[in-house]
């Protein structure tokens, strides 16, 4: 995505979040899949983005993120596939920050599959279906570092909420 794009899209995004109603200091958690999280790492990365949004939260699966200079404010759960090149593309594992939590886990070892294959291709390792599984695993993880994660991000899972769709063109 061409910085132009990244530009339009934030503009968008930022138009979205505000027809929604979201208000000065409402928090909120950016999440994505791929190039969707590589979107969400980077509103929550930019400064201006962030003057007119809290964000206190980014959840990514299968995006290459390493290299985005988050804030430490932001809480970050990134989930990724050993067998998924996609993460990797950034050349460099995600920083060990104590705001940053990075699960990693084998798309062929879920305890709960939809997918027909047996052992996953790295197509079949990057696709949403997998990566719904794993934070399925995510969720019930007893891991400290998840679990302090949760905290934050539990807020924006329960309770009452409103759907709204939008579709952005040109």
């Known amino acids: 995505m ?21 208000q000065p200091g409402d928090p909120v958690m950016l999440t994505g899949h791929s190039q969707g999280g590589i979107a969400a790492a980077s509103f929550a990365a930019d400064p201006a983005f962030l003057e007119r949004f809290t964000v206190t939260a980014v959840v990514t699966g299968g995006s290459p993120i390493a ?4 804030p430490d404010s932001v809480s970050v759960l990134s989930v990724e596939h050993t067998q998924d090149p996609v993460p990797m593309l950034d050349g460099r594992d995600n920083p060990a920050k104590s705001n940053w939590v990075t699960v ?9 599959t939809r997918s027909t294959q047996q052992a996953p291709t790295p197509a079949d390792a990057h696709s949403t279906v997998r990566y719904e599984d794993t934070g399925e695993l995510v969720d019930s993880s007893s891991d400290p ?7 934050t991000i539990d807020p924006f899972l329960h309770g009452e909420g409103t759907v709204t769709r939008w579709q952005i063109s040109g």
């Open 145 to 151: 570092n998840v679990a302090g994660l949760r905290t």
């Open 104 to 112: 990693k886990a084998e798309a062929d070892a879920q305890a709960i």
């Open 67 to 70: 290299r985005i200079d988050i």
């Open 2 to 22: 061409t910085q132009e794009q990244q530009t339009a899209l934030q503009r968008q995004v930022a138009k979205a979040m505000s027809a929604a109603g979201i």
